[in-house]
């Protein structure tokens, strides 16, 4: 019994069908607002609406216990916080951290779309970029 077949037990089908339906969707759009960070006129935007992204993922990932999901957003999304905050350019090191938290999110919507387990946090994404270069 994989990831969304426990989801299904444990929670009604419509919510968990309407979760994976808004994850693939927000999955989704995380390449695009990444790449257009390093643009300084769609900066503000794209990391207001990454925080969005990982915000409603954060919650949505408590309400059905997928502490690993929770525990990385809530990650990204503190980060998130702080470059929300600055007003100079994103640096390379935070954009290839991004694509590779991107990456683990749609690895595990393929996981929902599979059936299988969630896949295990790659260690490597726990190491925050240094924001400040």
Avoid: C
Wanted: aromatic fraction near 12%; charged fraction near 30%.
């Amino acid at each position: 019994m994989g990831i969304k077949s426990e989801l299904e037990a444990g929670f009604d089908f419509e919510i968990v069908d309407e979760f994976v339906d808004h994850f693939s969707l927000m999955v989704e759009s995380m390449e695009v607002l990444i790449l257009d960070l390093s643009k300084p006129d769609m900066y503000h935007r794209s990391v207001n609406e990454l925080f969005r992204v990982f915000h409603n993922i954060k919650s949505a990932s408590g309400y059905l216990n997928l502490t690993s999901m929770f525990r990385l957003a809530s990650l990204v999304e503190d980060e998130l916080e702080v470059l929300r905050n600055m007003d100079k350019p994103i640096n390379e090191e935070t954009i290839t951290w991004l694509f590779a938290i991107s990456d683990m999110f749609a690895q595990w919507q393929e996981d929902f779309r599979l059936d299988n387990n969630l896949s295990k946090v790659k260690y490597s994404l726990l190491k925050i970029p240094d924001l400040e270069k």
